[in-house]
């Protein structure tokens, strides 16, 4: 079935979009116009189709693939985000890497800082790898997770080894 699924919505201000199965019982995108009309406005509409390209790649993904995602697998999520940037860079080309993982201008501060704690963020993500709680979920992947290692870099890291195997293979 190559029927993807939306859901325009008011969300808790806690995210732009997201990509779940839980929802019906088929994978559905969600995106929240409470956040979305906060962040994006209309003389950028580039970064709020980088947003939906990255949501559709999940949705996408998932409706090809025949085995389930592990929630909150920290693995899986790393190559999950990675490869949905990857292909949003492709897809839409001429944004910055930050603009890809962050959807947004103005976060080249954070790109350099992700790439100054390169081997720190690898070897938490390594000590990780197999955790499958929100918790430390969180800290590589949500804005609100608690750690040492800056916001969403489970999305660096993932887009840096998905990208890696696509220079390679």
């Known amino acids: 079935n190559s029927i993807l699924h939306y859901v325009v919505m008011i969300g808790l201000f806690i995210a732009d979009g997201w990509s779940t199965e839980a929802y019906?019982?088929?994978?559905t995108s969600f995106v929240a116009l409470d956040y979305i009309a906060g962040k994006y406005n209309s003389s950028e509409p580039r970064y709020l189709e980088i947003l939906l390209t990255h949501e559709t790649v999940h949705s996408h993904h998932y409706q090809c693939n025949a085995s389930t995602w592990r929630e909150y697998h920290i693995g899986e999520a790393l190559f999950l985000e990675g490869f949905a940037v990857l292909v949003?860079?492709?897809?839409?080309?001429?944004?910055?890497?930050?603009?890809?993982?962050?959807?947004?201008?103005?976060?080249?501060?954070?790109?350099?800082?992700?790439?100054?704690?390169?081997?720190?963020?690898?070897?938490?993500?390594?000590?990780?790898?197999?955790?499958?709680?929100?918790?430390?979920?969180?800290?590589?992947?949500?804005?609100?997770?608690?750690?040492?290692?800056?916001?969403?870099?489970?999305?660096?890291?993932?887009?840096?080894?998905?990208?890696?195997?696509?220079?390679?293979?």
Request: proline share 3%; with cysteine; aromatic share 20%.
């Open 24 to 27: 019906q019982g088929r994978r």
């Open 88 to 169: 949003s860079s492709k897809a839409l080309p001429g944004a910055t890497e930050a603009e890809y993982l962050w959807f947004n201008p103005g976060y080249e501060a954070w790109f350099k800082t992700c790439e100054r704690q390169w081997f720190e963020i690898q070897q938490h993500l390594l000590e990780d790898f197999d955790a499958t709680d929100s918790e430390r979920y969180a800290a590589y992947f949500q804005l609100f997770g608690k750690s040492q290692l800056p916001l969403r870099s489970g999305y660096f890291a993932g887009y840096r080894l998905v990208s890696t195997l696509n220079q390679q293979y």
